[in-house]
């Protein structure tokens, strides 16, 4: 059964590092998502990503943050200047166009900023 | 704004019993409502979705009703097995082009033998 991978699964970075959490999505996927979870938190929404650009992004998602396809299977997060509090789970998910409705993630990214 | 309340955990119960996780919802509009499940050391996985009002979500043995009236998606499965040992997310995603799905805090269930 096809699913969402995502690399790495754990990544320890220092504070003010740029980090890149890549996801490969479900192959005739056209929708990408990226959330997160700190823990002990809710998971929540980072950004939506359709057509080659953003389609939502909420307001967490702000400068620091950036999305790109760069090529026809990779979906990556990238983060510029990492801070303590980035520290969560980050999760990839994609869904077909519509009318699908169903997301399906990958296993998760633990990004561990000190 | 939309949001997804959950019953807090952990829960505990023995095998073969009987499981009840609340959930209610506050959104404008029609929302989809589903049930995730993240088994320890995996992602999120879709256990089960419903997509209009009286709708029955159903899979490996758990079920969930949308009730509008009462605005909650609570799950429920009759005789839980170890194996259902794991983290259960309430999520809603509200209509139109907006894709993006709320999340409740998550109920971490622990079934003993």
């Known amino acids: 059964e096809p699913e969402v991978t995502q690399t790495p699964s754990h990544q320890v970075t220092q504070m003010g590092q740029e980090v890149i959490l890549r996801c490969v999505p479900i192959?005739?996927?056209?929708?990408f998502y990226w959330y997160r979870q700190i823990l002990g938190q809710k998971v929540e929404f980072l950004v939506s990503?359709?057509?080659?650009?953003?389609?939502?992004k909420s307001e967490i998602f702000d400068d620091q943050f950036s999305v790109e396809r760069p090529d026809g299977s990779n979906f990556t997060l990238k983060i510029r200047s990492t801070k303590l509090e980035d520290s969560a789970m980050y999760f990839c998910?994609?869904?077909?166009?519509?009318?699908?409705?169903?997301?399906?993630f990958g296993p998760g990214t633990r990004l561990t900023v000190l | 704004g939309d949001s997804v309340t959950q019953m807090e955990g952990p829960v505990t119960l023995s095998e073969e019993a009987f499981l009840t996780i609340n959930c209610t919802y506050t959104?404008?509009?029609?929302?989809?409502l589903f049930w995730y499940v993240q088994y320890p050391g995996e992602g999120l996985q879709l256990l089960l979705k419903?997509?209009?009002a009286d709708d029955k979500g159903s899979n490996k043995g758990f079920e969930a009703t949308y009730r509008k009236e009462t605005t909650s998606f609570h799950l429920e499965k009759g005789s839980v097995q170890v194996s259902d040992s794991a983290v259960y997310f309430c999520?809603?995603?509200?209509?139109?082009?907006?894709?993006?799905?709320?999340w409740g805090l998550g109920t971490s269930l622990a079934v003993n033998p």
């Open positions: 998910a994609s869904s077909e166009a519509p009318p699908g409705l169903t997301q399906y």
């Open positions: 192959s005739n996927h056209l929708y």
């Open positions: 990503f359709y057509n080659n650009e953003i389609s939502e």
């Open positions: 959104a404008t509009g029609y929302p989809s």
């Open positions: 419903a997509t209009k």
């Open positions: 999520a809603l995603r509200n209509a139109g082009n907006n894709r993006k799905l709320i």
